[in-house]
């Protein structure tokens, strides 16, 4: 896959989020580019405001789970996996069976922009459709994240519709197996 750069590709693994990574993600819900992704709210300060971190994570299931990425044992982001047709909040509301659903934010400010997060997402799309029954993976960035746009497209989303999750505009992405098997 020639989508990542080969430093990030290699320096990158992914693992399963623990309780004792609360504290990493409620510091992370302070940094400004994680507020900007969650929320359109100026005034905001927190992001996941309504994250209990130690819960969400001891709540983790076969159809929603966490993973930290660690950049070479450091841990510089999370990503929330979901069966959007399964998952017990049905967030995604009536959606069809065998997709699966990712969310990424990075942390540090430091680990922006340099291929970490397409290393992480590489590996988690990989994961997803190593399941034969996944057809698709569906995003839902803030219709307002351009950046996220752009850096999802270059991985084979493609956008879908506008949708309202809450009080939240979002684009709706989505990535095909087929797409994703053609670029690997
Ligand atoms: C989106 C995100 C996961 C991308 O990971 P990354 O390691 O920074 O991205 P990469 O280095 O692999 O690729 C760089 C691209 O990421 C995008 N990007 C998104 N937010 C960015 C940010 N705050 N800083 C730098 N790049 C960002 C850009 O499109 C950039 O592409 P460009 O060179 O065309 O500007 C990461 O920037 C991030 O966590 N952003 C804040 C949270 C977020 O927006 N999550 C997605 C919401 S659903």
Redesign the pocket.
């Known amino acids: 896959m020639s989508l990542?750069r080969p430093d990030a590709m290699n320096s990158v693994r992914l693992r399963p989020a623990t309780p004792t990574d609360a504290a990493l993600l409620h510091a992370w819900d302070r940094e400004p580019?994680?507020i900007r992704?969650v929320t359109d709210d100026p005034t905001a300060e927190e992001a996941f405001i309504d994250a209990d971190w130690e819960q969400e994570i001891r709540d983790q299931s076969a159809v929603s789970y966490f993973l930290i990425g660690e950049e070479n044992g450091r841990p510089v982001?999370a990503m929330q996996v979901i069966d959007p047709h399964l998952e017990p909040t049905h967030y995604w509301g009536g959606i069809e069976p065998n997709l699966r659903a990712l969310?990424?934010?990075?942390g540090p400010a430091d680990?922006?922009?340099?291929?970490?997060?397409?290393a992480m997402m590489t590996q988690a799309i990989d994961a997803c459709f190593a399941d034969a029954e996944v057809t698709a993976i569906v995003?839902d960035?803030l219709a307002s994240?351009a950046?996220?746009h752009?850096?999802y497209r270059r991985l084979g989303f493609r956008p879908l519709e506008r949708r309202l999750f809450g009080p939240d505009e979002c684009l709706v992405h989505r990535l095909e197996r087929a797409e994703w098997e053609a670029r690997s």
Do not use: K, M, Q, T
Request: aromatic share 8%.
């Open positions: 990542s580019h994680v992704a982001g969310d990424i934010w990075l680990a922006l922009g340099r291929g970490i997060g397409a995003i960035p994240n950046d996220a752009r850096f």
